[in-house]
């Protein structure tokens, strides 16, 4: 009832705004230099009828337009990071209250400047006011992601140390992950963000498996005709063993009236060093294996993607995107040298593995979205389609020579198919000027068949491996039903609850003799947050946040499949696999609005977590195969500190500790952290210091050695910023060896791996642009957690 009171209100605001004694009102907001103020949410509350509320959004250059019935009115003007401005207003004709000063919540002056606080922390995110700020200047949102609390970017992005954190933008979901994400991020300048949302919590209106969290970049809105665009490339280099990466890339934005055209293209050419030393002791029959390997990775690929989007007019708009990847000829050649010394018996082997990956993946979006009213009403429908097709075929060939002496030679070949749909239906009302209800639908269906092929050769002639050799099919239907409200009281307690319900259903098949049974389950996905502040500006605060959440295994570790990784050891899939169940807990102290004290607790079932074990049929060799854990817990304590010390200096100072217990593992007490430096060392040019830490930790029965890594870099902005160059050095002290131990009754094993060396970076940006500056809307996809797990 709730709903249809708040349409029948919104509707008879419309009709009475037709009314003759209707008048316009416009104005501009600004700062007290006349500099314009964006976005900002200006609402006319009636004083004689307390139900009638009117309202608008102020644009790019804070000015905006609303049609009231003549009368007399509280106007109040919103916007984060800025004083809430109130005055009274009488409507009798058409009326410009010109420039409107806001002034910022939190100032700090520079001489005559005064700008509002870089770094807000909310009651469920923090929020980074990119918009104006030096540190931005030839920078991309990479970059400022590194400077924002809480992000720890490495060969994936994580929040709080949750890796496979999504990222949006304009809020439309991006498909990519890992170092495709990071890839495509650094194609974006920091000077085009408006501002950046950390959230670590999603709430409803999000997939329940999206479980690391959201990073939400708002881009500056740009409105007139024309066409703008970059050009950049990017190469890196060790001297120490001439691992490389070649990125160019370019993306170019149109506009003309209605019709808003993007596209870009990404391309990356590299070559990878890895090393590798193990060595394992057996206790059943006092047997030791070592080995030493050196893995040549080289990838070349290429990712385009272009999109439309169309408005018929200010409430109605359309759009389609195509994206594409495509592995191109490449691969990675493994060398091995193993020792395996049983009791007097000694066997050496030398093997030889080329692999030669190869696949594309064909991403179709469309989307209708209808502005409902001025006051950010609006309903969208989704549409998506996702392909991915992946061949993974690999030689292998080994030389036994000692107490056995023989040849080997075999191949294998896992082919893999994934075809995803989507349609999401979402509704975001309006419930006055700080109240809003989300609500809507999802229907996915994933599909995977995979072919898996291993054969060995004997008399000039191959033998089909039939243990090894399997056909698998997997079918997923998710249908999911969520509501979500946010609203914030005249005292200042924000208030957001949701509830999402997903109901899945899949079925399995395989040749193999593992038996899969069908998964029919349905589960309910709370979540809350609740900020209370603690003085009158509300610069101290404290905020309650809980969310319940799914972990979908990945498609490719439910096929199973067992790839060689040496002659005594294979990676193996369990397509027994489970969903794990997350709850989580915490209370954050924010103080002057941006630093930050949070205590918290998260319990896991069924966590899905890599586990070393041996082969019932032959002890000697070793499986790392997921497995679920039926019980994890975390205890957590986190510090946040961004901070300006100087007008010239930005600090970002994030450490988390944790004390972990598995009823795989056991207990563990663990530490991580990193600091972030900005600075402007002279006119143009800026200066980047950073550091990051992690104590040793446990993966599944896996004890991982402690990690650290310094960086600097040097930038210079030219040709009046429009060409930015910069010079990067990677793991400044070259520390680049992780170690891991397992123990356990039946055999030890220990690895010493060796990657990611000191590298020297370089890169050239150069920004364009025709006519008037363009403001181009991408098109929104509603699939892309589920593209993740392919």
């Known amino acids: 009832m709730k709903i249809l009171s708040t349409i029948v209100l919104l509707l008879t605001a419309v009709t009475l705004s037709a009314q003759p004694d209707a008048a316009t009102c416009t104005g501009q907001t600004c700062t007290g230099q006349g500099s314009a103020i964006g976005f900002a949410t200006v609402s006319f509350f009636s004083e004689t009828d307390s139900s009638a509320v009117y309202g608008a959004l102020a644009d790019s250059t804070g000015r905006f337009s609303v049609r009231i019935p003549h009368g007399n009115y509280r106007m109040e003007i919103a916007l984060l990071g800025y004083e809430?401005?109130?005055?009274?207003?009488?409507?009798?004709?058409?009326?410009?209250?010109?420039?409107?000063?806001?002034?910022?919540?939190?100032?700090?002056?520079?001489?005559?400047?005064?700008?509002?606080?870089?770094?807000?922390?909310?009651?469920?995110?923090?929020?980074?006011?990119?918009?104006?700020?030096?540190?931005?200047?030839?920078?991309?949102?990479?970059?400022?992601?590194?400077?924002?609390?809480?992000?720890?970017?490495?060969?994936?992005?994580?929040?709080?140390?949750?890796?496979?954190?999504?990222?949006?933008?304009?809020?439309?979901?991006?498909?990519?992950?890992?170092?495709?994400?990071?890839?495509?991020?650094?194609?974006?300048?920091?000077?085009?963000?408006?501002?950046?949302?950390?959230?670590?919590?999603?709430?409803?209106?999000?997939?329940?498996?999206?479980?690391?969290?959201?990073?939400?970049?708002?881009?500056?809105?740009?409105?007139?005709?024309?066409?703008?665009?970059?050009?950049?490339?990017?190469?890196?280099?060790?001297?120490?063993?001439?691992?490389?990466?070649?990125?160019?890339?370019?993306?170019?934005?149109?506009?003309?009236?209605?019709?808003?055209?993007?596209?870009?293209?990404?391309?990356?050419?590299?070559?990878?060093?890895?090393?590798?030393?193990?060595?394992?002791?057996?206790?059943?029959?006092?047997?030791?294996?070592?080995?030493?390997?050196?893995?040549?990775?080289?990838?070349?690929?290429?990712?385009?993607?272009?999109?439309?989007?169309?408005?018929?007019?200010?409430?109605?708009?359309?759009?389609?995107?195509?994206?594409?990847?495509?592995?191109?000829?490449?691969?990675?050649?493994?060398?091995?040298?193993?020792?395996?010394?049983?009791?007097?018996?000694?066997?050496?082997?030398?093997?030889?593995f080329l692999q030669n990956q190869q696949g594309y993946g064909l991403g179709i979006s469309a989307n209708y979205i209808f502005k409902m009213d001025t006051t950010g009403s609006l309903f969208k429908l989704l549409l998506d389609y996702y392909r991915r097709d992946n061949d993974d075929p690999t030689d292998y060939f080994s030389r036994y020579t000692g107490s056995q002496a023989f040849d080997t030679t075999y191949r294998g070949d896992i082919h893999t198919v994934n075809d995803l749909y989507a349609a999401t239906a979402a509704f975001e009302i309006a419930l006055g000027p700080v109240s809003k209800l989300r609500t809507g639908a999802k229907y996915t269906l994933n599909r995977m068949n995979t072919a898996i092929l291993y054969e060995f050769l004997r008399d000039d002639a191959w033998h089909r491996i039939d243990r090894q050799s399997n056909l698998n099919r997997y079918s997923e239907n998710i249908g999911a039903l969520y509501a979500d409200f946010s609203t914030k009281f005249k005292n200042g307690i924000g208030l957001n609850v949701g509830l999402r319900g997903e109901y899945t259903y899949?079925?399995?098949?395989?040749?193999?003799?593992?038996?899969?049974?069908?998964?029919?389950?349905?589960?309910?996905?709370?979540?809350?947050?609740?900020?209370?502040?603690?003085?009158?500006?509300?610069?101290?605060?404290?905020?309650?946040?809980?969310?319940?959440?799914?972990?979908?295994?990945?498609?490719?570790?439910?096929?199973?499949?067992?790839?060689?990784?040496?002659?005594?050891?294979?990676?193996?899939?369990?397509?027994?696999?489970?969903?794990?169940?997350?709850?989580?807990?915490?209370?954050?102290?924010?103080?002057?609005?941006?630093?930050?004290?949070?205590?918290?607790?998260?319990?896991?079932?069924?966590?899905?977590?890599?586990?070393?074990?041996?082969?019932?049929?032959?002890?000697?060799?070793?499986?790392?195969?997921?497995?679920?854990?039926?019980?994890?817990?975390?205890?957590?304590?986190?510090?946040n500190v961004p901070t300006n010390i100087t007008p010239w200096w930005m600090l970002n100072l994030n450490l988390t500790a944790m004390n972990c217990f598995s009823s795989l593992a056991g207990r563990q007490n663990t530490v991580q952290g990193y600091l972030n430096n900005a600075l402007t060392i002279r006119k143009e040019w800026t200066l980047d210091l950073n550091l990051n830490y992690r104590t040793p930790r446990l993966w599944g029965n896996m004890r991982m050695s402690g990690q650290f890594n310094v960086g600097a870099g040097l930038r210079r902005s030219l040709l009046k910023k429009r060409l930015t160059a910069s010079l990067t050095v990677h793991n400044l002290i070259n520390y680049n060896k992780e170690n891991i131990r397992i123990v356990e009754p039946t055999f030890e094993r220990t690895v010493e791996q060796r990657q990611n060396w000191r590298q020297i970076a370089v890169s050239l940006r150069y920004n364009f642009k025709t006519g008037k500056e363009v403001k181009v809307r991408n098109v929104e996809s509603g699939a892309t957690e589920e593209k993740s797990r392919f």
């Open 84 to 352: 809430k401005k109130q005055r009274g207003i009488t409507i009798a004709h058409d009326t410009d209250l010109g420039r409107i000063v806001l002034d910022p919540s939190e100032i700090s002056l520079q001489g005559v400047e005064v700008k509002a606080a870089p770094i807000v922390r909310e009651a469920d995110r923090f929020i980074v006011n990119v918009a104006d700020m030096p540190q931005a200047i030839g920078r991309t949102a990479v970059e400022m992601l590194k400077l924002s609390p809480g992000v720890w970017i490495r060969d994936d992005i994580a929040i709080f140390g949750k890796k496979g954190a999504k990222v949006m933008i304009n809020n439309r979901l991006l498909r990519e992950t890992g170092e495709d994400l990071i890839n495509y991020l650094n194609q974006i300048p920091a000077e085009d963000i408006l501002r950046i949302e950390i959230v670590p919590n999603s709430g409803a209106e999000y997939d329940a498996d999206m479980t690391a969290g959201i990073i939400k970049i708002t881009l500056k809105r740009k409105r007139d005709n024309g066409i703008d665009g970059a050009v950049g490339i990017y190469y890196s280099h060790a001297f120490s063993n001439a691992s490389s990466t070649t990125s160019p890339s370019f993306n170019l934005n149109y506009r003309n009236d209605r019709l808003s055209l993007y596209a870009s293209m990404g391309t990356w050419f590299g070559k990878q060093i890895v090393r590798i030393t193990e060595s394992s002791a057996f206790e059943q029959n006092d047997a030791s294996i070592r080995s030493e390997s050196r893995l040549d990775g080289r990838w070349k690929s290429v990712s385009p993607r272009i999109g439309a989007l169309y408005e018929f007019n200010d409430r109605h708009s359309a759009g389609l995107e195509v994206s594409y990847f495509r592995n191109l000829p490449g691969g990675s050649e493994t060398h091995n040298r193993l020792q395996k010394q049983d009791k007097a018996d000694s066997t050496r082997i030398a093997s030889h």
């Open 506 to 639: 899949a079925i399995p098949a395989t040749s193999s003799t593992l038996i899969t049974d069908r998964q029919n389950y349905f589960g309910l996905f709370p979540s809350a947050n609740l900020s209370l502040p603690l003085n009158k500006k509300a610069t101290q605060m404290l905020a309650f946040n809980y969310n319940r959440k799914i972990s979908r295994p990945s498609f490719w570790n439910l096929n199973p499949y067992r790839m060689p990784l040496s002659e005594y050891s294979f990676l193996e899939g369990n397509p027994r696999l489970r969903p794990a169940y997350q709850n989580s807990y915490s209370v954050s102290w924010i103080i002057r609005h941006k630093y930050s004290l949070t205590v918290g607790f998260e319990s896991v079932n069924g966590s899905s977590e890599q586990v070393a074990t041996t082969d019932p049929d032959d002890p000697d060799i070793i499986l790392y195969r997921y497995e679920n854990v039926p019980i994890g817990r975390n205890f957590n304590l986190n510090v």
